[in-house]
């Protein structure tokens, strides 16, 4: 016994009350829908699921004769371009290791909550800063304070401040971009792009700190995360919300 095209076989009697009943509901959708009627054999019956449905292995008159398909929505990984993707951050980051009062400033700032003396503690930033300054928070933390500080005051902001911060803008605002059309895709509110004149500070760091280069702190200079909230250098640097 074959059966049309898109239809199912099933070995099981169309004279079993079950079957004939299930048919007979599928029938009648089908001839609501214009459709040709499901041909009934006698040891066996021709039928077919429900669009965006397919056939499971329950019987064919139960009610789960037919499984829903399911659409699963994976939303494309979006990585932040991190401090030294952004145009402008090398050449800052290069004028505060010249000059140095920022980063000692904040590194003695900090060493008293690191258990550490000024001394100590300084020299383990200026080693993590020439081995690995990508992961060199307190850079990052004197880097976002020169960016703060050039949204603010923009007069003395040097060119390469201020190409950091352009850029830092059209780094935020692709974020946004992106994030909105995989929204609009997932069938969400897509609500307004924004797009600062300036940056936001809270949103800088968020972009300073994305990267996952910035993500692994060495082990020298792993509990200076937790001194920040009481630190009066990084609060001026990151209290701007």
């Not at 008159?61 to 951050?89: I, K, M, S």
């Not at 920022?102 to 503690?121: C, H, R, V």
């Not at 304070?145 to 201020?162: C, F, I």
């Not at 600062?196 to 082990?219: E, F, K, M, Q």
Request: charged fraction near 20%; charge should be positive; glycine fraction near 4%.
């Amino acid at each position: 016994m074959s059966c049309p095209k898109d239809q199912v076989f099933d070995l099981i009697s169309t004279r079993d009350p079950k079957v004939s009943i299930a048919l007979q509901t599928r029938n009648t959708e089908l001839t609501r829908q214009s459709k040709p009627a499901i041909n009934k054999g006698d040891g066996a019956t021709c039928w077919q699921c429900s669009v965006m449905t397919t056939r499971s292995h329950h019987p064919v008159y139960a009610n789960n004769a037919c499984d829903v398909l399911t659409l699963n929505w994976e939303t494309a990984a979006y990585t932040q371009r991190g401090l030294f993707g952004l145009r402008g951050a090398e050449q800052v980051a290069l004028d505060l290791v010249k000059d140095g009062k920022l980063i000692n400033t904040i590194a003695t700032d900090i060493a008293p909550k690191m258990e550490m003396s000024a001394a100590e503690f300084r020299k383990a930033v200026w080693d993590e800063i020439a081995t690995v300054p990508e992961e060199s928070d307190i850079l990052k933390v004197a880097i976002f304070s020169r960016l703060v500080m050039a949204a603010e005051k923009p007069g003395q902001a040097t060119a390469a401040e201020k190409q950091l911060l352009i850029s830092t803008g059209e780094s935020l605002f692709l974020r946004k971009f992106v994030l909105g059309i995989q929204a609009q895709a997932n069938s969400k509110n897509l609500t307004r792009p924004f797009m600062p004149s300036a940056p936001r500070p809270s949103c800088v760091r968020c972009v300073i700190t994305s990267s996952r280069l910035y993500t692994t702190p060495s082990v020298t200079l792993r509990r200076h995360k937790a001194a920040a909230a009481s630190s009066s250098s990084f609060a001026r640097a990151l209290n701007y919300e």
